[in-house]
């Protein structure tokens, strides 16, 4: 089971990236699956989910409106549309996998079984 995240770099404030996970060893329609991100000398923090069953979207409040998750289930990939991008986005991003069917717990990093490398997104002027 592996999980490849790409698609990070160096944007202007207001601009927009769209990462990318390639998963393998395993069918991304069968698990949660969603993108965490640590700044430096932060904790970790929940970026934005889909669900097991109903597909259900999930956010952090620091994104909602301005980032978008998807998942294209012919390439086996996740998607995170990432726009109107600030400074304070600056992160290593990672997607993660999950069995687990989460809801309102799908912040939790513990409940994420599988997870990718990581991408640096750098926002700056």
């Known amino acids: 089971v592996q999980l490849q995240a790409s698609g990070g770099g160096l944007v202007q404030p207001g601009g927009s990236l769209r990462l990318s996970c390639e998963a393998s060893?395993?069918?991304?329609?069968?698990?949660?699956i969603g993108w965490f991100r640590q700044a430096p000398g932060k904790e970790r923090e929940a970026v934005s989910c889909?669900?097991?069953?109903?597909?259900?979207?999930y956010y952090a409040d620091s994104v909602k409106g301005r980032f978008t998750i998807s998942r294209d289930n012919a390439k086996n990939t996740l998607y995170l549309q990432m726009n109107r991008l600030k400074p304070e986005d600056t992160a290593i991003y990672y997607c993660?996998?999950?069995?687990?069917?989460?809801?309102?717990?799908?912040?939790?990093?513990?409940?994420?079984?599988?997870w990718g490398q990581g991408t640096l997104v750098t926002v700056s002027s």
């Open positions: 060893g395993f069918t991304l329609d069968e698990y949660a």
């Open positions: 889909i669900s097991l069953r109903a597909g259900t979207r």
């Open positions: 993660a996998a999950t069995e687990v069917v989460v809801d309102s717990t799908w912040s939790l990093g513990v409940l994420y079984d599988y």
